[in-house]
């Protein structure tokens, strides 16, 4: 089955940096789309970040781009997330998500790591 995991998630000072990593499992990876994503406290899960098959195009919400970088290495099916300059704001559970097609819902989830920005 597929499976996706999560990693890298940790307490970390505001202004610093965490490179958050998911490996996939079950599905030929070169084939989807990735994304990340978190949930705080309280809120709906929002979308943080996102990489085409190829890894050729990624698109960012607003809140973190300029700080955070999404990548991929097909042949180890990883997906990272570099994140810097990091806020108070951004403390989370960061989940990674693969979706087949180009549009539409995401077809599978990891569960989670946490993410703690502290002042």
């Known amino acids: 089955q597929v499976q996706l995991v999560e990693s890298g998630g940790d307490l970390v000072q505001a202004g610093g940096s965490l490179r958050l990593s998911c490996v996939a499992s079950?599905?030929?990876?070169?084939?989807?789309?990735m994304g990340w994503f978190r949930q705080a406290p309280g809120k709906e899960r929002e979308f943080v970040a996102g990489?085409?098959?190829?890894?050729?195009?990624?698109g960012y919400s607003d809140s973190v781009k300029g700080r955070f970088t999404i990548s991929r290495d097909n042949p180890k099916n990883m997906v990272y997330l570099q994140m810097n300059s990091l806020k108070l704001d951004d403390s989370a559970v960061y989940y990674c998500?693969?979706?087949?097609?180009?549009?539409?819902?995401?077809?599978?989830w990891g569960q989670g790591t946490q993410v703690t920005v502290s002042s």
């Open positions: 990489i085409s098959a190829s890894g050729g195009s990624t």
């Open positions: 998500g693969a979706r087949r097609a180009v549009y539409g819902s995401y077809d599978y």
């Open positions: 079950g599905l030929i990876f070169s084939n989807y789309r």
